[in-house]
Nanobody, 123 residues
Framework: VQLQASGGGLVQAGGSLRLSCAAS????????MGWFRQGPGRQREFVAG????????YCGNSVKGRFTISRDNAKNTVYLQMNSLKPEDTAVYYC?????????????????WGQGTQVTVSS
């Protein structure tokens, strides 16, 4: 399976970005999808996850109320809408796919990873 993340960039604090992750090589609607991030010198952190049909979504505490995950199974794509960005959101953002039934919030719950896209938020 291949996961291609895009949409990262440089944005000022308070701004917005929308990340996309296009999947291929598997039946997309069979996979739980997640977004993680890893800042300099930090461990990879759960950002958001979404169930197979998109009916259930979960966000990490640090992004609740600001970030929204969604998916379009017809387009084999998962999205991360990021609003009210803060400098501490600066990180490489990774999308991931997993075959579990439930949305997992740890890296061990995902089998496939994209290459990451850099998000930099300036103050």
């Amino acid at each position: 399976v291949q996961l291609q993340a895009s949409g990262g960039g440089l944005v000022q604090a308070g701004g917005s970005l929308r990340l996309s992750c296009a999947a291929s090589g598997r039946t997309f609607s069979n996979d739980v999808m997640g977004w993680f991030r890893q800042g300099p010198g930090r461990q990879r952190e759960f950002v958001a996850g979404i169930s197979r049909a998109g009916l259930r979504t979960y966000c990490g505490n640090s992004v609740k109320g600001r970030f929204t995950i969604s998916r379009d199974n017809a387009k084999n794509t998962v999205y991360l809408q990021m609003n009210s960005l803060k400098p501490e959101d600066t990180a490489v953002y990774y999308c991931a796919a997993g075959s579990t039934t439930l949305v997992m919030m740890t890296t061990q719950g995902y089998d496939y990873w994209g290459q990451g896209t850099q998000v930099t938020v300036s103050s």
